[in-house]
């Protein structure tokens, strides 16, 4: 763990029920586990920066969220009990035009925290300005898959724009070198992606070895 200067240390978590017996935990400062089981408290008191009381509660591990739009977390509330192509072209992308990229960092960096406080420690993302998102991910220390909701609507001039961007983040994903955070390619939907479109998604995802992030069968319709 890091603390808010980047320092890694050791954390030592006391009083925990880990497959029904009372354990503590010694996690490394490197990340790692050290050990699990009674009498670790006193092992390693000493090498703990930081003890957490457990006060009996069930150690799990991290949840994982495998499909969120995190940013949208700006948007709670803003529409509800539509059909989903209602919702979508009434109320959710006229007002997603009018977004910036410091509205996806912090609607992005509110999700993540949001996340964090509940035991999420991985999410599976799609949406647009991701290297915003990237950046919120960054600091929060959570881990995250990101992708660009690829979206052409069948026309050929907006897919090649779409193929470029999914590439751009990919691209600059792989620069941050975080191993905490990597890329997918995002065909949104069936019905706003073309099937050259899928089909260059699915091509190039196997190329450059990621991840599908894609909905499928949301609805009855469907």
Avoid at 26 to 37: E, K, L, M, N
Avoid at 100 to 105: K, R, S
């Amino acid at each position: 763990m890091d603390d808010i200067f980047g320092r890694q240390q050791a954390i030592l978590i006391a009083d925990v029920q880990v497959n029904g017996k009372n354990a503590d935990i010694f996690v490394r400062d490197d990340g790692t586990i050290g050990a699990i089981g009674e009498g670790v408290r006193k092992q390693h008191t000493g090498e703990a920066d930081i003890i957490i009381d457990g006060n009996g509660a069930i150690a799990l591990p991290g949840l994982v969220n495998t499909h969120t739009h995190a940013a949208m977390s700006l948007l709670r509330g803003y529409a509800d009990d539509m059909i989903l192509q209602d919702w979508l072209s009434q109320k959710i992308w006229p007002l997603e035009a009018h977004l910036t990229p410091p509205d996806v960092y912090w609607g992005t960096k509110l999700a993540c925290l949001e996340m964090i406080r509940t035991g999420t420690t991985a999410f599976n993302d799609m949406y647009f300005m991701m290297e915003e998102a990237a950046r919120a991910v960054g600091e929060a220390g959570i881990r995250a898959v990101l992708s660009y909701g690829f979206i052409d609507l069948f026309d050929a001039g907006k897919r090649e724009a779409e193929c470029r961007a999914t590439e751009n983040l990919v691209r600059h994903i792989r620069s941050l070198d975080n191993p905490r955070i990597t890329a997918a390619a995002g065909p949104h939907a069936p019905y706003t992606v073309s099937p050259d479109g899928l089909k260059w998604c699915a091509e190039f995802a196997r190329e450059e070895k990621i991840g599908i992030h894609i909905h499928l069968s949301e609805t009855e319709k469907e």
